[in-house]
Every structure is written in structure tokens, then in C-alpha cells.
């Protein structure tokens, strides 16, 4: 079935330096979402990229759609201690349900 | 404003015992509504959506089922519970017709011993 691969899955940083996560599916996507999931939370969106070729950004973090809506990145520039968890893609096939990656988890030391 | 409820937040129950989780959605008519495992250091599996009052979509067949029998609730059951039936299960909501982005309930930690 169609899968959509996240690396790495995890990522250990100091405070200060980027970060990246990629995301790969086997088929093309109509969109795909990024969500955030803190320690011990639940997982809370943060964008949806619908466009071949899209860009998003909101504040230090920037999203990209490849081309072929078969891959996407979730940059984070300098990061900070707020933005440790888990980052998962999540794409969506036409349809209803979302397929999830395992998720990125990033820890940053200060 | 929208919120969705679950319970409980955590769970342990022995092997070959019955499961039921319950989760609401205020706020909405007529959501999308999801449930997701996920297992220690795992990502997200979907177990069960539904469109609708009765309409149960199964995505992984194994000793779970989910009923919705009201607008705005959803329900994951288990008639046997299996040690690999741990883990933390997750209920989400969307809005209808043009699914956008999921909403996420605070979840419940199940351990099965």
C-alpha cells in the first residue's frame, strides 16, 4: 500500500543550528500536512502544502512541496528548546484519511 | 470553539480483557472523525474513520472495532485485549466534505499486561 517514509528519524542539534526532515511517499499526493507533537502531547497541526512546487513559511520554519508532490522538507533555521518533539508528515491520497510518517524526533540542547 | 474530549487519559487493563474508548467533539455538526495509534517511538496508525452517524471505515483489520452511534462521538472497543493492543490511541476530528487539517484529542495511554 502507499507508504510515506520520514528521514531521519531522529535528530539531535544544538541550540543555534538548523534543522531538516524530509518526507518521501511512494505515489503522488494530492496535498500533505505537517503536524508538531510535543512530549507527551497529541499531535497539533502546523500547515497543509497543496502545490507542486509550493513554498510556506511561518516565522523559522519553511515548507516545501517537490515538484512531483512525492516529497516535501520541513526546514528549521536556528533552532530553539521550544521546538523539540516529533514532526510527522502526513499526505493525504484523494480521499478522507491521511497517511502518517513515523515522525522526526528532534532534540536540541542548549 | 471547537474541543474534543477523550477518556480516559490512561488505562491499564490485563490481556483478554474488553476495551472501550470513548471520544467527543463539541463545537461542530457532522465532523470527520479518526482514530490513530501509536505505539512507543512509532508514528501514527490510522485504525478507523468515519463520515458519518453508523459509517465506520476499517483501515487495519485486527481485534478492535469502532462504532459512532451519535453525531459527535466516537468509540474504539476491543472484545479481547492483546498485549500488542498497547499503546497510545489518539481520536482526531475534521471538518466534513472538504477534509483539511486534524484535530487532535489529548488521547489515552493504554498498557496491556
Known amino acids: 500500500g502507499q507508504q510515506v517514509m520520514q528521514i531521519p528519524q531522529y535528530q539531535h542539534v544544538q541550540e543555534g543550528e538548523d534543522f531538516t526532515t524530509y518526507c518521501n511517499s511512494s505515489?503522488?499526493?494530492?496535498?500533505i500536512q505537517w503536524y508538531k507533537q510535543r512530549p507527551g502531547g497529541h499531535p497539533v497541526f502546523l500547515i497543509q502544502?497543496?502545490?507542486?512546487?509550493e513554498v510556506k513559511k511561518q516565522k523559522r520554519l519553511t515548507f516545501q512541496f517537490g515538484e512531483a508532490k512525492k516529497n516535501s522538507s520541513l526546514h528549521i533555521t536556528a533552532t530553539q528548546t521550544t521546538d523539540v518533539g516529533t514532526y510527522f508528515c502526513?499526505?493525504?491520497?484523494?480521499?478522507?484519511?491521511?497517511?502518517f510518517g513515523k515522525g522526526t524526533t528532534l532534540s536540541v540542547s542548549s | 470553539s471547537q474541543t474534543i474530549h477523550q477518556w480516559p487519559a490512561t488505562l491499564v487493563q490485563p490481556v483478554g480483557s474488553p476495551l472501550s474508548l470513548e471520544c467527543t467533539v463539541e463545537?461542530?455538526?457532522?465532523?470527520?472523525l479518526y482514530w490513530y495509534r501509536q505505539a512507543a517511538g512509532r508514528g501514527l496508525q490510522l485504525l478507523f474513520y468515519?463520515?458519518?452517524?453508523?459509517?465506520i471505515s476499517s483501515e487495519v483489520p485486527q481485534n478492535l472495532s469502532a462504532s459512532r452511534p451519535q453525531d459527535r462521538q466516537f468509540i474504539l472497543s476491543s472484545k479481547k485485549l492483546l498485549l500488542s493492543d498497547s499503546g497510545f490511541y489518539l481520536c482526531?476530528?475534521?471538518?466534513?466534505?472538504?477534509?483539511?487539517?486534524?484535530?487532535f484529542g489529548p488521547g489515552t495511554r493504554l498498557t496491556v499486561t
Open positions: 482526531a476530528w475534521s471538518v466534513a466534505g472538504d477534509p483539511y487539517e486534524q484535530y
Open positions: 468515519s463520515v458519518g452517524i453508523g459509517q
Open positions: 502544502l497543496v502545490k507542486s512546487g
Open positions: 463545537g461542530t455538526s457532522n465532523p470527520n
Open positions: 502526513a499526505g493525504r491520497r484523494g480521499g478522507t484519511a491521511l497517511i
Open positions: 505515489t503522488t499526493l494530492s496535498n
